[in-house]
């Protein structure tokens, strides 16, 4: 290969890995920031055994892994699990599952197999590793987008005058714009709830209906961005907040799950899996002072 030639094949590297960024998820940073919120709040037993699956490694490490294992061969079954789509004359709940399997079901049958004691070790690193990715997916709210113009990805807008479109700006544009922060200064400033907080996050959830409430944001979205919008500050102010939440929300609810999975004496919040523990806990009124939280100091 000449020097040309390689030269075009990097380019076209980098546009494929470009474009499987704005496709697939958060960008780099929205999955980083889920995944390092999430970590937070990990029990002792749950950090023991994520530790042990992933071999040392951390969770956000992986946490961007599946965006470019669908790309591949051997992962392209798992394309369709980054979203659900929802167009405009359906509502949530009639929009059709496709036979793939979309991020609802994903999230589910990967929790699953985490929580089968029966899993081989690559399930496992395979199923914490997509969960911990949906989970963030879950929150964008372009991944609950329409079908008919694929997720925003052909909705046509101007970000500052220049063409884009409203899934890209979404997955990373805003994110980058709303703060110039490494995701280790993400966590430090929005990961600051107090207990009340938290629970109101964790309440009874399962990934339906956090699809479900990431789905009415994206309806707002759509409203609020007609094709054509020129996209600027205004735009970046009002949403960022939002963006903010979306990522604590993932994370704490990835902590949730996990910590349900791997810490037989957690009390869990969410309805993914059968509960191991029914102690009463922080979120239960009553138990809330008896849990001492930095937060609420
Ligand atoms: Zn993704
Ligand atoms: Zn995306």
């Excluded at 699956?53 to 699990?81: C, M, Q, R």
């Amino acid at each position: 290969m000449n020097s040309y030639n390689s030269f075009k094949s990097m380019l076209l590297a980098g546009t494929l890995l470009l474009s499987a960024g704005s496709a697939f998820g958060w960008g780099q940073k929205g999955h980083d920031v889920t995944a390092a919120i999430a970590e937070k709040h990990l029990t002792k037993a749950a950090q023991d055994s994520v530790k042990k699956i992933l071999k040392g490694k951390s969770l956000v490490y992986y946490a961007n892994w599946p965006d470019n294992a669908a790309h591949t061969d051997e992962y392209a079954f798992s394309k369709t699990w980054h979203y659900k789509n929802i167009d405009a004359d359906q509502t949530y709940e009639s929009a059709p599952n496709i036979p793939e399997g979309n991020i609802i079901s994903a999230i589910n049958q990967q929790a699953a197999i985490l929580d089968n004691p029966r899993s081989t070790e690559h399930e496992k690193w395979l199923a914490l590793v997509f969960v911990t990715h949906f989970m963030g997916d879950l929150h964008q709210p372009m991944h609950m987008g329409r079908a008919v113009d694929r997720g925003g990805n052909n909705h046509k807008i101007k970000y500052f005058g220049g063409d884009t479109n409203l899934h890209s700006i979404w997955d990373s544009k805003l994110v980058e714009s709303a703060h110039k922060w490494g995701y280790t200064e993400w966590v430090e400033q929005i990961d600051r709830t107090g207990c009340a907080e938290r629970c109101a996050i964790l309440a009874q959830g399962n990934p339906d209906k956090w699809g479900k409430e990431t789905y009415e944001i994206a309806k707002q979205v759509y409203e609020q961005t007609p094709e054509g919008t020129n996209v600027g500050f205004d735009y970046i102010a009002e949403w960022t907040p939002v963006i903010e939440n979306q990522f604590l929300r993932g994370g704490l609810r990835l902590a949730d799950l996990l910590n349900s999975i791997f810490d037989s004496e957690y009390v869990q919040k969410n309805t993914v899996i059968a509960p191991k523990n029914t102690k009463p806990g922080c979120c239960d009124g009553t138990e809330a002072s008896a849990v001492p939280l930095e937060a609420d100091k």
